[in-house]
């Protein structure tokens, strides 16, 4: 009897996962695809732009420096597929008005139609004890790394709910998974892009547009190096139980999950476990990523309890 | 055998049980303790003022506004417990400017001694499609939710890790454990009050400061009623999943969790399974609360994919319905 059970059971996961592929979303074709990257002159952002324009897309590209943008550009253009490819540079903040940013998007889709694939990518980071640090950092890591998601997205949101399809992708961090000593002004910032997401991917889901949250570990980038020359002895030691990533492989991990329209993007076995783990109330893309979530969901608990 | 690993599994429990008190937080004791608590002129943040009160604590009310200050200094006065008894009321902006709201602490701290509580409850709430919200909503709330708690909870940590003792207490919300439907503005306030909350425990736990962070339900408080006015139909139906607590009976749990020094404060079953389902990396303050979690967690992420399916086909629904009658609207 009890073997019946089991092996009904293994029948029905196995029936799930092949019907699996036909409930998930189509996958975004990104050849021909106008994908736009915030922060896309350096770091992860970089990355991603390389990895879509590897894949025949057309790069918008949007930061603040002007020189560094261009440096960027023709970094890219090394990549290019086909003779048709454009990468496009716009010098904007994105966190100071939305207006602007909302302007600046019309013209980028001028030059290139609308938007398929919008990568929210930045962001800035201090770190320090919370009575240490400055006062202001507070605000102003909330400005660049979340109104300066906000305003991106609302401007291309209209036009991706009427064209029934269309990918918004939030990096945000293992940070904003969890919060570490150190992060008190950085924490909260890449947690509230998860509650924008999981609020937003609830409103657009009819119309078939897909929200990713990217949660990358500490990567190998200019801006990490820049974190680093201040952070208090506690975070490093922290941070020391998981390994620095590759940009390019943080790249290539969120542009899969984003074209594949998985809502949690996480790199690593780090990340699977946390992302599991704090999977909360988020929404599953596919039936085995929820499968995974309620297996697992009683897996190693908090073994930051057990260390300090 | 098996009867025997489970006898031993049991057991082991129970001592756990027992343990439990030795190691968890020594309660914070209410009778002679200054409490501060912002936005404390209405809703959830009054109904905690007045709890502490009636538990003989010294008061500080800290809001915007003066003439609601005093009424519901007025208000909370009818609790008091014993002659030494205070309330003070402040008025200022807590999310304006940090000097500002340090000035006033200090001022606070001054007349009542150190801070032993703070309750960071000043916040708003603004519903509607992300592409409706007027666009200076998502910086504002951000400013009133999240800095006018960052900038109290930074002005008085110091002290209380001087004194190795104190509480701060950060009201997030339900909203701030799922995002749903109509609040793409108010939702990641609420998520960031929680990433804030465990990174400030994490540091300050040696000095023994305990953080709280409360997870209210919709509370039937002046705050909620001006939100309901202009709430999309889509979030009506799936508030409806919930019912509507009383800003006492809130109160009542965030004050009893918060003394305990428990991290993660909820009302109801609701409550209680959504926490344990979005515990995530979040610390326990007892052995028991972890037992839960580890055991619950999966059969609740269950139960939790059902409701997303059930709050996906609202929107669906609500959706159709409108262009049924958008397309009839034309044809006609």
């Not at 890591?141 to 269309?166: C, D, F, Q």
């Given at each position: 009897?009890?073997?019946?059970?089991?092996?009904?059971?293994?029948?029905?996961?196995?029936?799930?996962?092949?019907?699996?592929?036909?409930?998930?979303?189509?996958?975004?074709?990104?050849?021909?695809?106008?994908?736009?990257?915030?922060?896309?002159?350096?770091?992860?952002?970089?990355?991603?732009?390389?990895?879509?324009?590897?894949?025949g897309a057309f790069i918008t590209l949007i930061a603040r420096d002007e020189n560094k943008l261009l440096q960027t550009k023709k970094e890219i253009e090394k990549y290019c597929v086909n003779d048709k490819q454009v990468v496009l540079c716009i010098s904007v903040d994105v966190s100071k008005d939305y207006e602007q940013?909302?302007?600046?998007?019309?013209?980028?889709?001028?030059?290139?139609?609308?938007?398929?694939?919008?990568?929210?990518?930045?962001?800035?980071?201090?770190?320090?004890?919370?009575?240490?640090?400055?006062?202001?950092?507070?605000?102003?890591?909330?400005?660049?790394?979340?109104?300066?998601?906000?305003?991106?997205?609302?401007?291309?949101?209209?036009?991706?709910?009427?064209?029934?399809?269309?990918?918004?992708?939030?990096?945000?961090?293992?940070?904003?998974?969890?919060?570490?000593?150190?992060?008190?002004?950085?924490?909260?910032?890449?947690?509230?892009?998860?509650?924008?997401?999981?609020?937003?991917?609830?409103?657009?889901?009819?119309?078939?547009?897909?929200?990713?949250?990217?949660?990358?570990?500490?990567?190998?980038?200019?801006?990490?190096?820049?974190?680093?020359?201040?952070?208090?002895?506690?975070?490093?030691?922290?941070?020391?139980?998981?390994?620095?990533?590759?940009?390019?492989?943080?790249?290539?991990?969120?542009?899969?999950?984003?074209?594949?329209?998985?809502?949690?993007?996480?790199?690593?076995?780090?990340?699977?476990?946390?992302?599991?783990?704090?999977?909360?109330?988020?929404?599953?893309?596919?039936?085995?990523?929820?499968?995974?979530?309620?297996?697992?969901?009683?897996?190693?608990?908090?073994?930051?309890?057990?260390?300090?």
């Amino acid at each position: 009897m009890l073997l019946l059970a089991v092996a009904f059971i293994v029948a029905f996961v196995l029936l799930l996962y092949m019907v699996s592929p036909l409930i998930s979303p189509k996958p975004l074709k990104l050849p021909g695809a106008h994908v736009v990257v915030t922060g896309g002159s350096s770091g992860i952002g970089k990355c991603i732009a390389i990895e879509c324009y590897k894949q025949g897309a057309f790069i918008t590209l949007i930061a603040r420096d002007e020189n560094k943008l261009l440096q960027t550009k023709k970094e890219i253009e090394k990549y290019c597929v086909n003779d048709k490819q454009v990468v496009l540079c716009i010098s904007v903040d994105v966190s100071k008005d939305y207006e602007q940013v909302e302007n600046v998007l019309k013209q980028a889709q001028e030059k290139l139609g609308p938007v398929d694939m919008l990568v929210n990518c930045a962001g800035t980071s201090v770190t320090g004890k919370f009575e240490d640090i400055e006062v202001n950092s507070f605000e102003r890591l909330m400005a660049v790394n979340y109104l300066g998601s906000v305003y991106p997205s609302r401007a291309v949101i209209a036009t991706m709910k009427e064209r029934r399809m269309g990918r918004i992708v939030f990096v945000s961090s293992q940070a904003g998974q969890l919060g570490l000593f150190g992060y008190t002004a950085y924490s909260p910032t890449k947690f509230a892009l998860r509650g924008l997401a999981e609020a937003l991917q609830m409103e657009v889901k009819p119309y078939n547009v897909y929200v990713t949250v990217a949660y990358p570990p500490d990567t190998d980038t200019p801006g990490f190096a820049e974190e680093s020359k201040t952070k208090p002895l506690e975070t490093k030691l922290i941070s020391e139980t998981s390994s620095v990533c590759q940009a390019e492989q943080v790249a290539r991990v969120i542009v899969k999950d984003a074209v594949q329209g998985n809502f949690n993007s996480s790199v690593g076995s780090d990340g699977y476990m946390l992302s599991i783990l704090t999977s909360g109330m988020s929404p599953v893309t596919s039936i085995t990523e929820g499968l995974q979530q309620v297996r697992f969901g009683k897996a190693p608990y908090s073994l930051k309890d057990f260390k300090i």
